[in-house]
């Protein structure tokens, strides 16, 4: 029997069209259970929002308090930050700096007596242009469009430290080490846990998170709430009205560094 | 008409033992598939988030999900289908009602051989004891 290729070009379109109309496509083309329901996700109404979160730290509040660590035993705490006992393993959220190495082109011999030798304190400045989320190759770091949070996705996170060598504020740590292990003297690095937030494991880098998931529960991050001295101030700085915006028109303030660009959200009245 | 019949059959015979060896060295032993407990609390509430053959089928698909809501886009409150709310979060909401890890989750992953999950490298498991886990050694 001949069958020549028109034959055989009406036969194949037919069946293609009959198999795209058959049940079974039908199934495997449409949308799924899961995807055809009607959920939602959405931010909780009490959450805290901003159009970019900033902190001011008033320096002449925290620095005659010497010796004071309300803010960072209470974020380190509630945020499971392991405590390693050596300055080279240290993992840092908010934690205290030498003038000179805080602001190093402001450093000068002839800088007033007292700032030469006070600690100042530091935490990651969620800069709007992080270097460290332009260098993640995985977006594990990401800055929040919503608010300009620079903040991690701790499960993308490959510790490849391109983060830690493209910060200019050393706000990035790694864990060398288990947070869950234990010191050569049997002591956990982890005093005390909050079941509520996850530690992490061997391998990722940290970072602090100007606290997101307490902004969700609209709460004002831990250390600013810890500080009795009222000297952190937190606030919309894109916000006109806002607490911080009022600070930073009556005050002079300074920046870490920002003569790289990084355009930093954490002002020091100084 | 097989050339060294003596020889292929031999190494046939070879060969089916050798490829049946799985079957032969587990015949002794049966698996049987891990029933499903729930902690009062799970029973109390009746259903999960979603209904019961919804998240039997989908539930990874669901902590994906949930996982890049509240960590991705900052969405951690979810509504279901049925218009019900939860907070979006493993440890705090999933845990707070299977918090018998080890039955509800291990024994069921560990049977369908996907045990290999790490989400308890960082999230806290409510089955252990506080700092219980900090006496494994993890002096490395």
């Known amino acids: ?270 | 008409m097989l050339y060294d019949a003596g020889k292929i059959i031999a190494g046939l015979v070879i060969f089916a033992a050798f490829f049946t060896v799985p079957f032969w060295y587990g015949s002794d032993k049966t698996s049987e598939m891990p029933k499903l407990e729930l902690t009062a609390k799970a029973k109390q509430a009746g259903q999960c988030v979603e209904p019961k053959e919804q998240m039997r089928q989908n539930h990874m698909q669901l902590l994906d999900d949930w996982r890049d809501a509240a960590v991705r886009d900052g969405n951690r409150t979810y509504t279901n289908s049925a218009g019900k709310s939860y907070t979006v979060s493993l440890q705090n909401t999933c845990m707070d009602c299977h918090a018998n890890k080890d039955k509800f989750c291990d024994r069921c992953h560990g049977y369908m051989g996907v045990s290999e999950l790490y989400c308890w490298d960082c999230h806290l498991d409510p089955t252990k004891e506080k700092n219980l886990w900090a006496s494994t050694d993890g002096n490395s």
């Not at chain 1, 083309?29 to 805290?48: I, R, W």
């Not at chain 1, 509040?61 to 509630?78: T, V």
């Not at chain 1, 990722?204 to 500080?227: D, Q, S």
Request: with cysteine; glycine share 8%.
């Open chain 1, 1 to 270: 029997m001949g069958f020549d290729r028109r034959e055989f070009i009406k036969i194949a379109g037919l069946s293609a069209l009959a198999g795209l109309g058959s049940r079974a496509a039908f199934e495997l083309l449409g949308p799924g259970e899961l995807e055809a329901t009607s959920v939602s996700y959405a931010a909780k109404e009490s959450a805290l929002t901003a159009k970019r979160w900033a902190m001011v730290i008033d320096m002449g509040k925290c620095l005659p308090e010497a010796g004071c660590k309300d803010c960072m035993e209470r974020c380190h705490r509630i945020h499971n930050v392991p405590d390693f006992g050596n300055p080279k393993d240290e993992i840092k959220w908010i934690w205290k700096e030498a003038f000179a190495h805080a602001f190093p082109e402001q450093e000068s011999e002839y800088l007033a007596e007292h700032l030469h030798h006070e600690p100042f304190v530091v935490l990651c400045n969620h800069c709007a242009h992080p270097p460290c989320v332009r260098v993640c190759p995985t977006k594990a770091t990401f800055k929040r469009k919503q608010d300009g949070i620079v903040t991690m996705d701790m499960h993308r996170c490959i510790g490849c430290r391109f983060c830690m060598a493209g910060c200019p504020y050393g706000s990035r740590s790694f864990n060398w080490r288990d947070p869950r292990g234990k010191n050569a003297q049997g002591e956990p690095f982890l005093k005390e846990i909050n079941q509520e937030y996850p530690t992490r494991n061997k391998g990722v880098v940290e970072k602090c998170n100007f606290c997101v998931e307490r902004l969700a529960e609209g709460k004002i991050p831990a250390c600013v709430e810890a500080c009795r001295h009222g000297a952190l101030v937190f606030g919309d700085v894109a916000d006109e009205h806002s607490e911080v915006r009022q600070i930073l028109r009556e005050h002079y303030t300074i920046r870490r560094k920002p003569e790289l660009g990084t355009d930093p959200s954490v002002f020091y009245i100084v």
